[in-house]
């Protein structure tokens, strides 16, 4: 591990979802340097709307903790670790929600033992946290984020696989990311490619630790352990070079024409060909993006179900309901 990190953190991993940002994760948490947690957070945005509703004398830590039971984050994380409050307490040096959200992330990252000893850039991987950058680098004015950007084919392919989602409703959905993305203008904000990752990991891997200011450790590229939970993923212990492109072969070319429509201008603007290359440009109208978020909910309902204690189910469709 360094001894002296210029850069401490917070580092958040973002994008839109089935698009790496688990193997991200799992390829920074093998650099000693690092540690960030292992469940999505997703609860910050909420906190800050919450918070920013009351009068700051209204709120104590004992508040926030009460907020924090009721999120996702925390009925998934603390079956693996149990909350300590007070050794939290002890260690937040004021009531700001920057302070307490710090700690949170802290006390669960995979490398934590005890705060005195804590010296590793500290983070989060929640994807949907694209739409909400402006609010992170408010909280944090030093915060990087790495965003990683997938083919929007094959993500719409695997959104199918895993939950059952439309090709359509997750086109619409990667297209909206893209936009809200290319209004990002902060030199702690990283762009990198799914498909570069897989095909040179250390290449990346290089140039994202420059970015974090850490040295390269050949040891990132490593996969001991599953990252994938979705049996739908194929990902476990190796890294899939030639997992990409795989709509060719999955899917037809109206439904490759359907998705290239709606997500033409971003595809292009990220750096990706056309299969059709005459096609226009459509977005989906508020009516479709409608019909679809409906379709896609129910679809992800059926998921949970078969997947999630009813508990964590209902919270994770709390903030799905938000977020389609």
Not at 59 to 69: A, E, T, V
Request: net charge positive; glycine share 4%.
């Amino acid at each position: 591990m360094t001894d002296s990190l210029s850069f401490k953190g917070p580092l958040f991993i973002v994008g839109a979802g089935r698009s790496g940002t688990k193997l991200l994760r799992r390829f920074l948490n093998n650099h000693s340097s690092i540690s960030l947690t292992i469940f999505e957070t997703k609860f910050i945005p909420d906190f800050i709307a919450w918070e920013q509703k009351k009068s700051r004398s209204q709120l104590s830590i004992d508040h926030y903790f009460s907020f924090l039971k009721d999120t996702t984050f925390y009925h998934r994380a603390s079956r693996q670790k149990p909350l300590d409050e007070s050794l939290i307490k002890s260690n937040i040096p004021s009531n700001e929600p920057a302070d307490f959200i710090e700690n949170i992330l802290k006390y669960y990252s995979v490398k934590f033992h005890n705060f005195d000893t804590f010296n590793y850039i500290w983070g989060d991987k929640s994807p949907l946290y694209l739409r909400h950058t402006d609010l992170l680098f408010g909280l944090y004015p030093s915060a990087k984020i790495l965003h990683i950007i997938r083919d929007p084919r094959d993500v719409a392919l695997s959104y199918r696989k895993t939950w059952g989602k439309s090709l359509s409703g997750t086109a619409e959905k990667w297209r909206s990311l893209m936009a809200q993305s290319g209004n990002i203008r902060n030199p702690n904000y990283f762009e990198l490619h799914y498909e570069d990752l897989i095909q040179a990991p250390e290449k990346i891997l290089t140039n994202i630790c420059d970015f974090l200011d850490i040295p390269y450790e050949p040891s990132m590229g490593e996969l001991n352990k599953e990252v994938e939970k979705s049996s739908t993923s194929g990902q476990t212990n190796k890294i899939l070079r030639n997992n990409f492109q795989k709509y060719k072969q999955a899917l037809n070319s109206r439904q490759v024409q359907k998705i290239e429509r709606i997500t033409k201008k971003y595809l292009l603007l990220k750096g990706y060909s056309l299969e059709n290359d005459n096609i226009d440009y459509k977005p989906l109208s508020s009516i479709q993006k409608d019909v679809l978020r409906i379709t896609d909910f129910l679809s992800f309902i059926y998921h949970l179900i078969k997947e999630e204690d009813f508990k964590t189910a209902m919270l994770q469709l709390k903030y799905v309901f938000k977020n389609i």
